[in-house]
């Protein structure tokens, strides 16, 4: 059986809608059970529950986050119930979605109310495809008529468009939809997007990689379109030369746990199989005896740079260089690197910079 939690966020007038008819359809001709958890902000308010009618837009916000954790709990348990061998759980926005309408540090104090961390609110989904608001790039198509529960303007929209796409930056599979076709092609796109993520017709992974200088750390810190995330990545062995990675991202108990095995078909693509794991069925790998492991850390920079997701890899091993990569769907795919990063060459099919490779040279053994 297997259940997977994606969301589908965006800005004002992105196409959520349809988006979600779209999806529903499509992923049902083709076999799956599809749960779709409809927006909790638009049913809040068009019962009458919103920011100007609770006693303040933190008292609501509360109410919403609340009612937005229970609607998915309930989602998430009928769906073990079920007898479907595929599960697709389709948010109407999650968790994270809420940070663009307050202050960070009232976000922080609720999620502290409901006992959850801010890695476990934004990385409890599997994948999270934002569209972009039309009043970013398709002003002509911007309204209000379709909801009634909206009432920003095309600036309101494109600084709210701006901030929730922000909120999720750190996620492990972001993909942004712009406005760069006309409608029918985003919808396609997204669709390409998230058949690509849910390996339809196979897990591809399709990955370039590029050497850069050593980056200003500083001036990432300060990037609003940057977050970084802690990772330590174990790669083992059996003795049956079975391989397998195992990764922690994030750090101490604010931290997620999963398993990939890779089998190569070019030196750009590759078939790529992930599953989260438990905390202790992480540490039952690490435990293991009959496993040759070698394990390295590194920060990974998340950046959003003209609607496309990089990875920035810095080493503890390096004060000279770093990492670059970028996930497609298609081999021959275009995109613009990051202007503030100093390529020094693409290093895709180099073994040198194989973070396997990487492992062997300067990782550690563990369990020995």
Known sequence: ?????????GGPCAGKSTALITLKKHYEELGMRVLVINETATELIMSGVAPWTCESNLEYQRCQLK?????????????????????????????????????????????????????????????????????????????LANNSARTETVE???????????????????RVIDNSMDFMNKMKRLLNETD????????????????????????LKYDPDCTPVSIVQTYAETEDMDRFRLRKRGDGEDSIYILTRKTKITEVKRIEEERRITKEEYEGYLSDPGLKKKQIEKTRY????????????????WNDRALLE???????????????????????????????????????????
Not at 302 to 308: F, S, T
Not at 340 to 363: C, D, Q
């Open 326 to 368: 970028i996930e497609l769907n298609e081999e021959g795919e275009t995109f613009e690197i990051p202007t503030f990063l100093k390529i020094v060459r693409e290093v895709t099919e180099e073994e040198e910079y194989k973070n396997s490779v990487i492992a062997e040279t300067y990782g550690k053994k563990i369990g020995v």
């Open 302 to 317: 998340l950046i959003l740079y003209k609607d496309r997701y990089f990875e920035l890899d810095v080493f503890p091993y």
């Open 156 to 174: 309101q929209a494109i600084a709210l468009d701006v901030k929730t796409v922000r909120a999720w930056i750190g996620h492990p599979h972001l």
């Open 67 to 143: 009612l937005q954790l229970e609607k998915e709990r309930v989602y998430e348990q009928a769906a073990r119930g079920m007898k479907d061998e595929e599960i697709l759980i389709i948010c109407d926005r999650g968790i994270m979605d809420n940070l663009a309408y307050m202050s960070p540090e009232e976000f922080s104090t609720i999620l502290e109310e409901e006992g959850i961390s801010y890695i476990d609110a934004r990385d409890r989904y599997d994948g999270v495809f934002f569209l972009v608001s039309a009043a970013r790039g398709a002003e002509r198509f911007f309204t």
């Open 1 to 9: 059986m297997s259940i997977r939690k994606i969301v589908i966020t």
């Open 196 to 219: 690509a993520f849910l390996g339809i017709p196979e897990p591809l992974e399709i990955e370039r990689k590029f050497l850069v200088e050593y980056p200003d750390i500083e001036k």
